[in-house]
């Protein structure tokens, strides 16, 4: 059974529009969360964290929101440029119980001229 | 060098062969880790060592055998595989392993397949 899901195999944005992916859980002991990106060939990099005490990080263009009764974060990309074209990935964990970090399936943006 | 990197790229294989998946990090890193993704899977943490000691076997099938000869360097080592094994393995590195909030860092993967 996923923990972690990314209902959304794929997503195409417009240009310079808002990009949202949205990610859901069901293991309550999660206690933080990353978002990492994934280009064809590459391995996946790491984007952006949130620890559940907060609600919104922000790093530049990347919000990471994090709705805790909902059990669902969301990662907005504002604007959303050609290079953002690539396979996004979940992630969660317990951090301080068994540490592993948990992987969605991921969704895969195609960013639209 | 820098970050992590894998060796083969790519590899083929029968199901009576042996073989080995290599991943060097130049990082300082001192957790590494072994990942597998299947076609339409998550990732799938496989092993983890931490200072050269395996911390983490995550119930893998024991036609998987890694190796971690120091801090730097993490095998992987494949005999008697299984079609289902086909996949794409990731290696990763972390200053620390045990801690979950560490940043990983991942190399390109080898992808593997299993004739």
């Known amino acids: 059974d996923q923990q972690v899901k990314q209902n959304s195999p794929s997503l195409s944005v417009q240009e310079g529009r808002i990009s949202i992916l949205n990610c859901d859980y069901t293991n309550s002991m999660f206690d933080y969360f990353l978002w990492y990106k994934k280009y064809p060939a590459e391995g996946p990099t790491f984007l952006i964290s949130?620890?559940?005490?907060?609600d919104k990080n922000e790093d530049g263009r990347f919000t990471v929101f994090l709705n805790k009764s909902a059990k669902h974060l969301s990662l907005h990309i504002v604007p959303s440029q050609p290079g953002d074209s690539a396979v996004y990935f979940c992630a969660a964990s317990a951090a301080g119980r068994d540490d592993k970090i948990i992987f969605g399936k991921g969704t895969r943006l195609h960013i639209l001229p | 060098e820098t970050g992590v990197t894998q060796t083969p790229r790519h590899l083929v294989m029968g199901m009576t062969n042996k073989k080995s998946l290599k991943c060097e990090q130049h990082?300082?890193?001192?957790?590494m880790y072994w990942y597998k993704q299947s076609a339409k899977k998550p990732l799938e943490l496989m092993f983890v060592y931490n200072f050269k000691e395996q911390t983490e076997n995550n119930s893998v099938p024991s036609r998987f055998s890694p190796e971690c000869p120091n801090s730097s360097h993490l095998f992987l080592h494949l005999h008697t595989l299984q079609p289902e094994d086909s996949a794409l393995y990731l290696c990763?590195?972390?200053?620390?392993?045990?801690?979950?909030?560490?940043?990983?860092?991942f190399g390109p993967g080898t992808r593997l397949t299993v004739l």
């Open positions: 990763a590195s972390s200053l620390v392993g045990g801690t979950s909030t560490d940043t990983q860092y």
């Open positions: 990082l300082g890193h001192n957790a």
């Open positions: 949130i620890s559940s005490i907060k």
